[in-house]
């Protein structure tokens, strides 16, 4: 058993407090890890012995990001659709079609190949636990290709077949295919099923059609809820329990007072409402109210073409009234719990004694550096299961 010693720390977030609100945070501290968990942690000048040991020269650790919202299986991009959205066009979700067409084209090499890239340059930023969606393919082969492909790259993989009904299907028919023969295809490599509920894609009812059957096949559930109006998606997420609503920008009081009153997590994803121009969500009055919520990436190549965790919680500091550390925590453990991963042996977003050793290294003193030096990639290294990720930089 090795044990490796990681000093030299002059703030370490643990994310061990149940809430943002607690104090979590260490300074000039170390850590151990053996067998890719935390085995100590505790003020540096009493680190124990260990077989290497790492001066990170004091700089802030904290937990990798946990990125719970991307859509990584897709080819081609949008890049027209966005510069049109840019000039005035509002975004809507008949764009989907486009990437469904280019990922029915590519080969399975190519769809992996391209994730692969994507969670390398996310992990660059610092994430260390990602999920990925289904959504682009929206026949059975393609979604179930899809779904292989996912669990290949992702270490969460949501099934969205109820992405769009392609051009050309009968609603009813299509329906019936996601909740039938195309569940029970994907069920076996897929962790989660998810619907989008807004104009355009699917309602209230058809949502709630989609998510009683992915229950009835074993799955949790998520929704993207709220993104383009009042869509009655965080309505129908709480009311099923949902471990995720996503999105929640058109929020209504009764909307804020029943994620407040639930376990559905309000995941936000700040780096989609600056490329749609949606009016950011009430952040603030979220917490505020007490409901939880997450950041995370939703990475595709429609609405948000970033891997970049980093980024979305500069933009939820400086643009939706969230702390650093309320955004750091919600990247982290407040994401963990958005994916059932926030308790237990297999915990992500936190760090504690015999938890999973997923750490990230800033280049930097302390997280407020994340919101204060928007736009620098400030991750020098990151540790996933213990393991130093090989491509990070060096100096220490
Ligand atoms: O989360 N909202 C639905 N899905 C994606 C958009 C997908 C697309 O337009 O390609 C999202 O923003």
């Excluded at 959504?135 to 899809?146: C, F, K, Q, T, W």
């Excluded at 559930?221 to 997420?237: E, I, K, P, T």
């Excluded at 407040?260 to 749609?276: E, F, H």
Aim: proline fraction near 4%; include cysteine; charged fraction near 20%.
């Amino acid at each position: 058993m090795t044990a490796q010693l990681i000093t030299g720390i002059s703030e370490l977030t643990t994310q061990a407090a149940e809430t943002s609100h607690d104090d979590d945070r260490l300074l000039d501290a170390a850590l151990v890890i053996e067998n890719g968990r935390i085995s100590w942690i505790g003020p540096a000048a009493e680190a124990p012995a260990a077989d290497t040991s790492v001066d990170v020269g004091g700089r802030a650790v904290l937990p990798g990001w946990v990125d719970t919202h991307t859509h990584l299986i897709f080819a081609g991009d949008r890049a027209a659709e966005f510069e049109a959205r840019i000039a005035g066009q509002r975004y809507a979700a008949g764009g989907i079609a486009t990437t469904m067409a280019a990922t029915r084209s590519a080969t399975s090499a190519d769809l992996i190949g391209n994730a692969r890239r994507l969670r390398r340059e996310a992990e660059a930023q610092g994430t260390t636990f990602l999920e990925t969606k289904t959504g682009y393919g929206l026949d059975l082969a393609s979604e179930l290709r899809s779904a292989q492909a996912a669990a290949e790259v992702a270490d969460v993989v949501t099934y969205l077949g109820a992405h769009v009904v392609p051009p050309g299907l009968d609603r009813r028919d299509y329906l019936d295919l996601v909740t039938g023969p195309m569940l029970a295809a994907v069920s076996p490599h897929v962790d989660f099923i998810d619907a989008f509920c807004e104009t355009g894609a699917f309602d209230v009812e058809e949502s709630h059609e989609v998510l009683l059957a992915g229950r009835a096949a074993g799955l949790g559930l998520r929704l993207h809820g709220n993104q383009l109006g009042f869509s009655g998606g965080v309505r129908l997420a709480v009311e099923l329990g949902c471990a995720s609503v996503d999105h929640c920008n058109h929020l209504e009081e009764a909307d804020i007072d029943a994620l407040a009153g639930s376990g559905t997590v309000a995941t936000l994803l700040p780096a989609c409402d600056l490329s749609t121009r949606e009016p950011f969500p009430p952040a603030r009055r979220l917490l505020d109210a007490g409901a939880h919520i997450a950041l995370a990436s939703n990475c595709n190549p429609g609405t948000s073409y970033t891997t970049s965790m980093p980024f979305s919680v500069a933009t939820a500091v400086l643009q939706m009234g969230l702390t650093v550390r309320e955004a750091v925590w919600a990247a982290t453990r407040g994401a963990a719990r958005s994916v059932g991963r926030e308790h237990g042996p297999d915990a992500v977003g936190s760090l504690t004694i015999g938890g999973r050793a997923d750490l990230q290294v800033l280049d930097a003193p302390s997280v407020a550096h994340l919101a204060y030096r928007p736009g620098v990639s400030l991750c020098l290294a990151t540790w996933t299961e213990g393991v130093r990720a090989a491509r990070t930089q060096p100096g220490f």
